[in-house]
C-alpha cells in the first residue's frame, strides 16, 4: 500500500484508467478526483472540446507544459 499522498492517488489514477466497465462519464468524473490540481484543470479544458494550444493559453502555461502533463499521467497509468 502506498504511503505518501501523491502515490495513493498515483494508484487510484492508475486504477481507474484501466477500469473497462466503466461509463466513460462516470471514469473522468473519478479520475478528475484523483488526479493533481493542474491535470485537473487541464483534463477538465481538454474534455471541454479546447485544443492543447488553447488549454495552454487558458492556464496560461506553455504548450510543452501541457504535453509533460498528460505525458506524466500516461505514465502513471502504464507503471499498473
Known amino acids: 500500500v502506498p504511503k505518501s ?3 495513493r492517488d498515483s494508484a487510484m489514477l492508475t ?3 484501466h477500469e473497462e466497465d466503466v461509463d466513460p462519464s462516470d471514469q473522468l468524473r ?3 478526483a484523483v488526479a493533481a490540481p493542474r491535470t485537473r484543470e487541464l ?3 481538454l474534455d471541454q472540446g479546447l485544443s492543447r494550444k488553447e488549454a ?3 492556464m496560461d502555461i506553455s504548450r510543452s507544459t501541457v504535453d509533460v502533463l498528460l505525458y ?3 505514465k502513471k497509468a502504464q507503471r499498473r
Do not use: F, K, Y
Request: charged share 30%; net charge positive.
Open 5 to 7: 499522498p501523491g502515490a
Open 43 to 45: 483534463i477538465s479544458l
Open 15 to 17: 486504477a481507474l484508467l
Open 30 to 32: 473519478r479520475l478528475l
Open 56 to 58: 495552454a493559453r487558458a
Open 72 to 74: 506524466r499521467e500516461r
